[in-house]
């Protein structure tokens, strides 16, 4: 299933995970299409969507400024709060890249982590 065509489904070229990770790299020193993008995932995307293409230091950095409904600022606005910081003295997890696979942190049942898609970038092992 492609989620990414509930966030483009008025642009079919942007439902494609290469052609859309290619177009924000294009474009990410244009704010203005930069932040078209960013609000399309906050506004009508999945978290572990938006978090696969934008950095929670992205996403915390432009939330002020967006066109956002009530209810998808409240919900960025919690989730920037809660994984944009580490926890604890050792770093237990830092949620500041998302671009991991689920194989990095599997889950004990041997299904897929709750945590996958999650890049441990200032932990301990």
């Not at 244009?30 to 993008?37: E, G, K, S, T, Y």
Request: net charge positive.
């Amino acid at each position: 299933m492609n989620t990414l065509k509930a966030i483009f489904w008025d642009y079919p070229g942007l439902a494609s995970p290469p052609e859309l990770k290619a177009f924000i790299e294009d474009n990410k020193t244009q704010p203005r299409v930069f932040r078209w993008l960013l609000r399309r995932f906050l506004e009508n995307g999945r978290a572990v969507d938006a978090l696969s293409y934008f950095n929670l230091q992205e996403i915390a950095s432009q939330l002020p400024g967006l066109n956002l409904s009530s209810y998808s600022r409240r919900k960025w606005l919690r989730i920037v709060e809660v994984y944009g910081r580490t926890k604890g003295k050792q770093g237990i997890l830092c949620f500041a890249s998302a671009k991991a696979s689920a194989a990095e942190a599997p889950h004990p049942s041997g299904g897929a982590s709750p945590l996958s898609g999650i890049t441990r970038t200032c932990c301990r092992r």
